[in-house]
């Protein structure tokens, strides 16, 4: 009963870890989540057709994704790397192969291997390696940080070796170490090659660890030759074994070699590869002018991933990713809301008498005020035009009341007319327009009208006239470019126009604009109010024309006289409250405080209703918690339900 207990329980465990197994051309796929590890054991074993004795305290849930089929060679050796990181080792025995923790590994009978068979991966191996120039003693206290706790490294001082229990692969690293420190160190120079690293920057490195001066230390002599780029040691044997142990492991390969991308996150690449080369332009590199040579530097912006592209010595390059690193920083952006209030008022009064006497016989008199081109005089030659037919359309008289008689008195004609004008022209401009820009980047808003505007007229032969026709903005116009200082001032540069059609202008040729505007540079705090502007004028014009004499009769004077009063008043305000948005979050919160302001506009236009319409076609933004609710991933949304077992691969790659 017991044999057939334990096949129960393991086939449970198969079932409730959900493992996908799929076997396709020799190939096997795994997905274990959370899955019991005799789980794991039991498949491995099958599939690979290996005995495990396995040591009661293996034990754990363990998690093995394979994107893609792996071959069964390749399973055996993902299966010790699961167990390594779980602290646990697999030692290989007589036809069987013991499941025990790692740090009892080390105090079984562990195989001993030896070039050319050292091993696979993970697996656990004790290792003798021979060391022919060096004490091996000088190099435990050197390669044991490279050993874990769970390894074991120690020298024989009579055999002069090194016995190393570890896995495979770092019992190997150790050896490809010991054979690049072993050197013969009886001559007083040597020359250690590098493949990897510059041998002017390892010089450097070293002979500031070591606190000497032009290379030295104590008896220490390191020079590195660029031509071959290795470094020529010299000095006292037993210290130039440390010195090896530190040369190797600074001549690492570094990912990517002497070439290297960086993908740019807030810079443009464009932008940062122009500051680059007029950098490397200083630099003491050979070929250090920014173009393609021979152990030069070559920068290269890649715009359409906003990536760079760095190729030349180690050292340079790594000069350059330190000014890239700085420069490559989230910028600050400013948020500033402005208001623009005008108010402007204009008055006009007019009143005037004009008088006309005429004789056959003794001629004509006429007291004429051509005002706005109502004179009595024009005003008297269209009508009779158009009372005889010569112009198809009467005179046009101009704004205002017009009273007018003509009389007889014997034979002398009297003409008399009357013209009285009182105009008014007032507006209130409120405009509240807001911006947000990056700093020291402009930005600029313009809130109107595009009006035609004549700019000129021509008349071709045929005598038909053609106007040009030119459009102007007309409205309210910002323009501004912000500068963060150190602290939380802002330094502003301000263009700002209000403009506006005149209306009631007379005697123009075209439209009348009033245009008001300014340009200056101010300094504000961050949260602070500036104000701009402010009574532009106040102007009282009145005129009076008259006839010597008779005009400044009291009472009968009023008869020969015109009078015109006019006035203007002005006055305009610029408000701006600069605000510096430093994250995402007070951009989110002035964002979400904004929507939320519109949406509760329209909420209201949709309770006031529209005329013979139902309230529901008044558009309404959607609630702000609704755009921030993103739809479930792919995976969620097509995720099986429980009890299913499919094979989980990543989508596939876009083309």
Do not use: C
Not at 94 to 108: F, H, N, S, Y
């Amino acid at each position: 009963m017991r044999p057939w207990l334990g096949r129960v329980v393991v086939l449970v465990a198969l079932l409730l870890a959900q493992p996908a197994l799929a076997q396709e051309n020799d190939t096997v796929v795994l997905n274990f989540k959370e899955a019991d590890i005799q789980a794991l054991i039991s498949m491995v074993s099958e599939q690979t057709g290996t005995n495990f004795v396995v040591d009661p305290r293996v034990r754990g849930r363990v998690t093995v994704i394979s994107g893609a089929p792996v071959k069964r060679e390749e399973l055996y050796r993902i299966f010790l790397s699961v167990l390594r990181i779980h602290g646990f080792a697999a030692v290989p025995g007589d036809g069987v192969v013991k499941l025990i923790p790692e740090v009892q590994a080390k105090q079984t009978e562990v195989p001993t291997v030896a070039p050319p068979r050292t091993g696979r991966g993970d697996e656990y191996v004790t290792r003798v390696i021979k060391v022919d120039h060096v004490d091996a003693a000088q190099l435990v206290p050197i390669l044991r940080p490279l050993v874990p706790q769970s390894g074991h490294l120690v020298a024989s001082a009579e055999s002069n070796v090194l016995i190393v229990s570890d896995s495979a692969a770092n019992a190997e690293r150790i050896a490809e170490l010991v054979a690049r420190i072993d050197l013969d160190g009886r001559e007083d120079l040597e020359m250690i090659p590098l493949r990897h690293a510059s041998a002017a920057e390892v010089v450097r490195v070293l002979t500031s660890l070591h606190g000497g001066g032009e290379g030295r230390r104590g008896q220490m002599q390191m020079v590195a030759d660029e031509r071959t780029n290795s470094i020529l040691l010299g000095g006292d044997p037993k210290r130039r074994v440390a010195i090896r142990a530190m040369i190797s492991h600074l001549d690492t390969r570094i990912e990517g070699g002497n070439t290297q991308v960086v993908y740019l996150r807030y810079a443009n690449a464009m932008d940062m590869a122009e500051v680059l080369k007029g950098l490397v332009q200083g630099m003491d590199v050979p070929g250090a002018d920014g173009r393609e040579g021979r152990g030069g530097i070559n920068i290269q912006a890649h715009e359409s991933t906003n990536a760079l592209v760095l190729s030349g010595p180690p050292d340079a390059v790594r000069d350059l990713r330190a000014v890239i690193n700085q420069l490559d920083v989230r910028r600050a952006q400013v948020l500033v809301e402005a208001v623009i209030a005008e108010v402007s008022y204009d008055k006009i009064t007019e009143l005037g008498v004009q008088w006309g006497v005429g004789n056959p016989n003794s001629g004509v008199g006429v007291i004429n005020f051509n005002r706005s081109g109502s004179g009595i005089i024009g005003v008297a030659g269209g009508i009779d035009a158009f009372l005889r037919g010569a112009v198809a359309t009467p005179p046009n008289l101009g704004d205002g009341a017009f009273l007018g008689g003509i009389g007889t008195s014997g034979s002398t004609t009297i003409a008399a007319l009357v013209r009285a004008l009182a105009g008014d022209s007032s507006s209130n401009i409120l405009s509240t327009p807001s911006l947000m820009t990056m700093d020291n980047e402009e930005a600029e808003i313009v809130v109107g009208q595009n009006v035609p505007f004549i700019a000129g007229r021509s008349i071709e032969q045929s005598g038909q006239a053609f106007d040009t026709i030119q459009r102007q903005d007309v409205g309210v116009k910002l323009r501004i470019k912000p500068q963060i200082n150190e602290g939380n001032s802002i330094r502003l540069e301000i263009e700002q126009e209000v403009s506006q059609v005149a209306a009631g202008a007379t005697a123009a040729a075209d439209l009348v604009t009033n245009k008001r505007s300014l340009r200056t540079i101010v300094m504000v705090d961050d949260g602070e109010m500036v104000v701009l502007g402010g009574l532009i004028d106040d102007v009282l014009v009145q005129t009076q024309d008259r006839v010597p004499g008779l005009g400044s009769i009291p009472g009968v004077g009023r008869l020969f006289r015109y009078d015109t009063a006019r006035k203007e008043k002005r006055n305009l305000m610029v408000f701006l409250h600069p605000v510096i948005v430093r994250d995402s979050a007070v951009q989110e919160h002035l964002t979400a405080s904004k929507y939320s302001y519109i949406r509760a506009e329209q909420l209201a236009a949709r309770e006031r209703g529209a005329l013979f319409m139902s309230r529901d076609v008044a558009p309404v933004l959607p609630p702000w918690e609704e755009l921030l609710n993103l739809p479930p991933p792919y995976e969620a949304s097509n995720a099986p339900a429980a009890g299913n077992t499919i094979d989980v691969r990543p989508p596939p790659a876009r083309p």
